[in-house]
């Protein structure tokens, strides 16, 4: 992974993206969704007397959806930091334009770089199984894409998706598509180093060895996942809905981020 030679000095943060940047499902007690984004923003807080901070992300977003409607907004932001996530959401269809997907990513980042202090780029985690691999290939094509976009605009890519831990079933939610809060807990670290910053913690070590389930338990864990995630999505698919419809940014400005702004804990571990 690259990292910065040094701490930028930071004063203010934009986050554009979809559901991994929105911060599902890292569940606040209060039923909203903290998320790596917010839990670095909270660090670099912080180091820094009125530090801002903006999250514009969505669930559900595809990339020309981002490219349209949280890009132009963030280049005028300016900020210091500005983290770029998506096309995920577009390359997990059955039917995908990776061509048109690179294109959006490309104008994206054409607009971003020279607005803000520091662009980053992921390339992000995926939970080992059988749906990663149906789609390693277009992950790999659109990954090797967001390389080529970094070198040309001087951006910084965090490498997520070659990682022990966080490809591991127990950092992601029931619903296989989110991380676990200690999944964003390590994503944020992830990109705390990459600014520079010293290490606080291994954020790749490994989760501890355990028993794998019987089949039953597995059968039972796939049956609830169908019922409660697959097939609702499906559901969206087929109408030509999103999860995200209507949905607003949870942070639609750069505005200060406050001691009752900051996150807290999870309301369940990991």
């Known amino acids: 992974m690259e990292s910065a030679a040094t701490p930028t000095e930071i004063r203010s943060f934009v986050a554009l993206g979809d559901s991994f940047t929105e911060g599902m499902s890292d569940v606040l007690p209060d039923g909203t969704y903290r998320g790596w984004a917010d839990l670095l923003a909270r660090r670099l807080a912080e180091r820094r007397a009125g530090f801002r901070y903006a999250n514009l992300a969505v669930r559900g977003k595809l990339i020309d959806q981002i490219t349209a409607d949280q890009v132009p907004v963030a280049a005028a932001m300016g900020a210091d930091l500005v983290t770029l996530v998506g096309g995920l959401n577009d390359v997990l269809r059955p039917r995908c334009d990776l061509d048109a997907v690179c294109g959006a990513l490309e104008r994206s980042v054409a607009a971003l770089a020279p607005a803000c202090g520091l662009l980053v780029l992921m ?3 995926g939970r080992r199984g059988p749906v990663l691999e149906r789609y390693r290939a277009r992950m790999e094509r659109l990954f090797s894409f967001v390389d080529e976009l970094a070198e040309r605009h001087g951006a910084l890519v965090i490498d997520l998706f070659e990682s022990r831990a966080l490809g591991d079933p127990r950092m992601w939610a029931d619903d296989r598509l ?6 964003h807990r390590r994503v944020a670290e992830a990109v705390w180093q990459g600014l520079g910053h010293p290490s606080t913690f291994d954020w790749d070590d490994p989760l501890p060895t355990s028993t794998p389930a019987g089949w039953a338990t597995r059968r039972g ?6 019922r409660e995630h697959l097939l609702p999505w499906i559901g969206r698919r087929l109408t030509g809905r999103s999860s995200g419809d209507g949905r607003p940014p949870k942070r639609p400005d750069l505005l200060p981020l406050t001691w ?8 369940s571990g990991p």
């Open 260 to 267: 009752e702004d900051r996150p807290t804990e999870p309301a």
């Open 221 to 226: 864990a796939d049956v609830r996942f169908a």
């Open 178 to 183: 989110h991380l676990t809060p200690e999944g």
């Open 123 to 125: 390339r992000s985690p």
